[in-house]
């Protein structure tokens, strides 16, 4: 069948006309592609620039991609087009990789959009692999889309993949490298410490081209995350590890967490209080006196963390971290045991920290107790998600349980901390605004004193810790 006459056969309720469109595009990469190991990209397209994809990964019932778009000459890359991809690529300088040719069919539903795509690589012009693929695309989310899907499903046409495009044309040199390999309840303490510690890594590469685009908050708030997880995890972990590499490796991260978290601290506190001054009706000059300190303070800490990430030291660094990540210096007498085996006292005892302390929490807790008891609720959460890609569904449950008792945790901890700051930064001419402000903090971090024991009380019944 010709590729019209496919999309003509899906049937979404309206007529659409079918758009037909042939192009071709000049992958660029290294001789060993690391861009493509790590979801990342870098192409060129005459007539429409250059885009850069900083990363890719699932998201529900699709693929969520974050792209940018450049000007520039055909002949070389643009100067940020590197920027944004050097802690993929290093030192390593890109090259024309791949060429390939589209043929590409486009049939639009409301908000929807059908593409059906036969793709060619190109050797000295004359093709030598092709690759067909239909996908369902939208602008936003992919929402709304099941008769779409439906359709598709119904047509035959649909084989989902979540192999790259690139990497079906090339092969298995330009495949994505950076996933931890799959875990079963078999996997030895080796296998799951490095699945663990080398997922968290590979993270703080992902995500620093987010960090150094500057658009996405998310890019901070997930590096930052990894850093946390990897400090969680050699402290769990730290009866099977030798004890000094652990500690290099702490050091290592710690460093990074501090700059990732004066940025996103300033930015948490910056969205909470813009949108406390919003809800309050409070003046947008009188909020601007306020808060301009605290952007200062933000741009300050931005500068010094990307001042830091485009520097030599800084690559060598991370690549000497992830290296390290992927294998953890292992006790010899441990690292083969199964890692159900050895995992799960640890785990417990994680738990049992976390119970003690909220045991000894008093009626009218202190800010102070309360911030303690959110630490052991992080630390023990990530010690049982550890555990999910070993045990499956019931790690998952409790992990989200403690997910939740961390948040409720977390925004009163986050009501303090504003309401410190408020006191702090006002003077004559923003104390109204200031006292506004500190009045509905004080009364979040009231209400959080108790917010916290619902997702205790279901936290703590057995059926949660059955799978241990």
């Known amino acids: 069948m010709g590729i019209a006459f496919r999309l003509r056969q899906l049937r979404w309720g309206q007529a659409a006309a079918t758009q037909i469109e042939r192009f071709e595009t000049i992958h660029w990469d290294t001789p060993d592609y690391r861009l493509a190991a790590w979801d990342a990209g870098l192409r060129y397209r005459r007539g429409r620039g250059w885009r850069v994809t900083l990363l890719e990964e699932p998201a529900g019932d699709g693929v969520h991609r974050i792209d940018v778009d450049l000007e520039g000459e055909s002949e070389s890359p643009p100067p940020e087009a590197l920027r944004l991809l050097s802690g993929y690529l290093g030192d390593a300088r890109p090259q024309p990789a791949a060429r390939v040719r589209h043929l590409e ?76 390999a799959r875990l079963t309840p078999a996997s030895s303490v080796a296998q799951s410490v490095a699945a663990a510690l080398g997922d968290y890594a590979a993270r703080l590469v992902r995500y620093q081209a987010l960090i150094l685009e500057g658009s996405d908050p998310e890019g901070i708030h997930q590096a930052r995350v990894a850093c946390r997880r990897i400090r969680s995890a050699l402290q769990t972990f730290a009866p099977v590890l030798e004890p000094a590499w652990a500690e290099w490796l702490r050091a290592k991260v710690e460093t990074l967490g501090a700059d990732l978290g004066a940025v996103r601290d300033a930015e948490v506190l910056l969205m909470r209080l813009r949108a406390d001054a919003t809800t309050r009706g409070l003046e947008a000059e009188a909020a601007d006196r306020l808060l301009r300190r605290l952007e200062e303070e933000r741009a300050r800490a931005r500068d010094a963390l990307l001042a830091r990430m485009e520097t030599p030291a800084h690559r060598e660094q991370l690549d000497r971290l992830v290296a390290a990540a992927g294998r953890p210096a292992l006790l010899p007498e441990t690292a083969d045991l199964p890692a159900v085996e050895v995992m799960m006292p640890l785990v417990a005892a994680s738990w049992r920290k976390l119970r003690r302390r909220a045991a000894a929490i008093a009626a009218q807790p202190a800010d102070e107790d309360l911030h303690r008891l959110r630490i052991l609720a992080k630390r023990c959460r990530y010690a049982v998600l550890a555990l999910v890609p070993v045990l499956g569904e019931g790690p998952a449950g409790t992990g989200a349980l403690l997910g939740e008792l961390q948040d409720a945790l977390g925004e009163q901890h986050d009501a303090v901390v504003a309401g410190d700051w408020l006191r702090q930064a006002a003077d004559p001419d923003t104390a109204f605004a200031a006292g506004i402000l500190f009045g509905v903090e004080r009364e979040r971090a009231e209400k959080g004193r108790e917010a916290w024991r619902e997702p205790w009380a279901a936290l703590t019944l057995k059926k949660q810790w059955r799978w241990m």
């Open 105 to 180: 069919s486009r049939r639009a539903v409301g908000e929807v959009w059908c593409v059906h795509q036969v793709v060619s690589l190109l050797v000295e012009r004359r093709a030598v692999a092709h690759a067909r693929r239909v996908s369902v695309r939208t602008r936003g989310p992919l929402t709304g889309t099941r008769r779409a899907l439906t359709a598709l499903h119904r047509a035959g046409v649909v084989d989902t993949t979540t192999q790259p495009l690139l990497a079906e044309l090339v092969g298995p040199d330009a495949a994505p490298r950076w996933r931890s």
